[in-house]
C-alpha cells in the first residue's frame, strides 16, 4: 500500500512540475533546434549581410573610425573577423544602439545592420537564452532546468520495469492513448540523459553564478580582467596596432574576436584560439590599455579558473560542435525528444481529463 502511495506521489509531482514549466522546456528546445538550423536560413534571405564581394586591405581601423562618428565614445565594439573567405566582418555595438553591423572587410564599406533581436536568427537566439526577459528570463531557464531534472528523476522512477524484457515495449494492440503513453516513457527513458547534458550545459552558459561556484569547490582563484585604474577617453592606439602586437603573444592563435571598449576603465581584449582549445571562439585573451596599448596581461584559455575553463568544453558540447557530426545529430534528437515528451506529456494529460470527465 505505501509502495502504491508513492508511486501516486510520483506521478502527480511528474505531472504537475511537466505542465508548470513545461511551456519553458518546449521554448527551450524548440529555439534550440532552430539556432542549430537558424544560421544557414539567416544567410539564405540576406546574403548581402554576410557574402563579401569586393577586394582590399583588410583594415579595421577605419570601421571603428566610422563606427566611432556615429555611436560615440560611451559605445563598446566587438569584432568578429571573418573566419572563412568570403565571409563579411562583423561588428557587434553595444551603446544607444545594439546590434550587428556587417562591413566588406577588404574595403570597409557597409553591406547593412541587424538590431539585436532583428532578423530570425537574432530573435530566437534572444528567445532561446534569455526569453527576451533578460536575467529574469535567465533564472526563469534555470528553474526550468531544475524541473527537469526533477521530472527525469520522478519519470525513470515511474518507468523502472519490473521485467526488463519489457522495459522498451510499447503496446500497439490497446489504441492510441496507450501506444502514446509507451512512447512517452520509452522515448523519456532513452533520451532523457542525453537531454539532461543540453539542459544542464545551457544553464552552465546563462546563470553565470554556476561557474563561480565550480571554481569555488575546485579550489581555483577566479581569473578577473584587469581593470584600469583611472578612467580614459577616446583609444588613442589603434585597433589593428593592438592585434598587430597582441598576435607576437599569441603566435598559434587565429583571432576569433577583437573588443574595443566605450570610455571608462575597461581594456581592450583580443581573444584567440589556440589550436588545442575546443571552444570554437576561444578562451585565450590578451588585455591591452586602450590608449597605450601597453599589454596588461595573457590568459591562455588552460591557465583560467576551473569554472571558466569549463566554457571550452561546454559551449561546443551544448551546440553540437564538439565531436564533429555525431555530437551535432544527438543535440538535434535531444531537442526533438524533449518537445515529443512535452507535447505528448501534454496530451495524455488533456486526455485523461477528458475521458474522467
Not at 44 to 70: C, F, I, M, N, S
Not at 243 to 263: I, N, R
Not at 281 to 288: E, I
Not at 344 to 351: E, K, P, Q
Amino acid at each position: 500500500m505505501a509502495a502504491v502511495r508513492l508511486r501516486r506521489l510520483w506521478l502527480k509531482l511528474h505531472r504537475w512540475v511537466g505542465l508548470s514549466l513545461g511551456m519553458l522546456l518546449l521554448i527551450s528546445a524548440t529555439t534550440g533546434i532552430l539556432l542549430i538550423l537558424g544560421e544557414p536560413i539567416d544567410e539564405a534571405l540576406r546574403p548581402t549581410l554576410y557574402r563579401a564581394q569586393e577586394v582590399g586591405d583588410g583594415k579595421l581601423d577605419p570601421v571603428l573610425e566610422k563606427l566611432r562618428t556615429e555611436f560615440g565614445n560611451d559605445a563598446s565594439f566587438t569584432f568578429r573577423p571573418p573566419r572563412e573567405p568570403g565571409e563579411t566582418l562583423h561588428v557587434f555595438v553595444s551603446g544607444p544602439w545594439k546590434g550587428t553591423v556587417f562591413f566588406d572587410p577588404a574595403t570597409g564599406k557597409e553591406r547593412g545592420r541587424l538590431g539585436q533581436t532583428e532578423g530570425f536568427f537574432n530573435t530566437v537566439f534572444a528567445l532561446h537564452s534569455t526569453l527576451l526577459a533578460n536575467q529574469i528570463g535567465r533564472s526563469a531557464l534555470a528553474m526550468s532546468a531544475l524541473g527537469y531534472i526533477l521530472l527525469l528523476a520522478t519519470g525513470l522512477t515511474l518507468w523502472w520495469p519490473k521485467w526488463w524484457r519489457n522495459a522498451l515495449k510499447v503496446q500497439t494492440g490497446f489504441g492510441f492513448t496507450r501506444s502514446l503513453f509507451d512512447l512517452h516513457r520509452v522515448v523519456g527513458a532513452l533520451m532523457g540523459l542525453l537531454v539532461l547534458m543540453s539542459i544542464v550545459t545551457g544553464v552552465y552558459m546563462v546563470w553565470r553564478p554556476i561557474s563561480a561556484g565550480v571554481s569555488a569547490v575546485a579550489g581555483s582563484t577566479p581569473v578577473r580582467p584587469p581593470v584600469i585604474a583611472e578612467p580614459v577617453g577616446q583609444s588613442r592606439g589603434t585597433i589593428d596596432e593592438a592585434m598587430d602586437a597582441a598576435s607576437k603573444l599569441v603566435p598559434d592563435g587565429k583571432v576569433g574576436y577583437a573588443q574595443v571598449p566605450a570610455s571608462g576603465t575597461q581594456p581592450v581584449r583580443i581573444r584567440y584560439r589556440v589550436p588545442d582549445d575546443p571552444h570554437p571562439n576561444g578562451l585565450t585573451s590578451v588585455w591591452m590599455h586602450p590608449e597605450t596599448l601597453q599589454v596588461l596581461a595573457v590568459h591562455r584559455w588552460n591557465e583560467l579558473d576551473t569554472g571558466t575553463r569549463a566554457y571550452s568544453w561546454i559551449y561546443p558540447l551544448h551546440i553540437g560542435e564538439l565531436g564533429g557530426r555525431a555530437t551535432w545529430l544527438m543535440t538535434l534528437l535531444s531537442g526533438v525528444a524533449l518537445i515529443w515528451m512535452g507535447v505528448s506529456g501534454t496530451w495524455l494529460w488533456w486526455r485523461r481529463r477528458f475521458i474522467c470527465r
